[in-house]
């Protein structure tokens, strides 16, 4: 079957790094989606990888693997507004989206 | 530009009920879809749309219908509404589903609640 995994929960302080890891299993691949959704909105697009390495986009990069079904998203100089739920997705062979069920990002003063 | 428009923001339907959540997009996007978002779940996909005229199945399609009778238009109706339809519900547009960045947009979203 087709999975996408991520953490449900991270909690980071203000001003630091945070990385949120994801890995997906799906038929087919045709890249990787990170989205942004904070609380009561809709998801918002952040960064789209389809070949190896680190994407970088002002605070925040994205990085992917492959062959170990596996990406990131780092988040810099984290902001008290950064708080949301960040959204996994991975393009399947069929150009659908599956989706992780989002990690909550806690930012403390 | 509005972007994707979606309407009404919040419902509440007896079960039984039957009722359309409209959407609208100004940015001549081939692609359309509906999700719902449910917690502790991940965006499924309810039906979506590839062009004028082309509608498909998603993931959760039961209970629910569309058409997709112009580009700018996507409407979602639910047929019998069930307690098992309480949700958030959004429309989401790309210019393609096929290419590379397959960027969403999504409206606000509709929270239906269903008694």
């Known amino acids: 079957g087709q999975n996408i995994d991520q953490p449900t929960e991270m909690t980071a302080t203000e001003g630091a790094i945070v990385q949120i890891n994801c890995t997906y299993q799906?038929?087919?691949?045709?890249?990787l989606f990170w989205y942004q959704q904070h609380a009561g909105e809709a998801p918002t697009f952040l960064s789209y990888n389809v070949l190896d390495g680190l994407e970088e986009k002002g605070r925040f990069s994205s990085f992917l693997s492959r062959s170990k079904g596996y990406s990131y998203l780092l988040l810099k100089e984290l902001q008290m507004k950064d708080s949301a739920s960040y959204l996994c997705?991975?393009?399947?062979?069929?150009?659908?989206?599956?989706w992780g069920a989002g990690t909550k990002l806690i930012i403390k003063p | 530009n509005a972007g994707v428009t979606q309407t009404p923001k919040f419902q509440v339907l007896k079960t039984g009920q039957s009722m359309t959540l409209q959407c609208a997009q100004d940015?001549?996007?081939?692609?359309m879809s509906w999700y719902r978002q449910d917690p502790g779940m991940g965006l499924r996909l309810i039906h979506y749309s590839v062009g004028a005229g082309i509608t498909d199945q998603g993931e959760v399609p039961n209970g629910y219908n569309v058409s997709r009778s112009t580009t700018e238009d996507f409407p979602l109706r639910l047929l019998s509404a069930a307690p098992s339809q309480t949700s958030v519900y959004f429309c989401?547009?790309?210019?393609?589903?096929?290419?590379?960045?397959?960027?969403?947009?999504f409206g606000e979203g509709s929270r239906l609640t269903v008694l």
């Open positions: 799906t038929s087919g691949f045709n890249g």
């Open positions: 940015m001549n996007h081939e692609y």
């Open positions: 989401a547009s790309s210019y393609s589903n096929r290419e590379n960045t397959g960027e969403l947009f």
């Open positions: 997705a991975a393009l399947d062979s069929n150009y659908q989206l599956i």
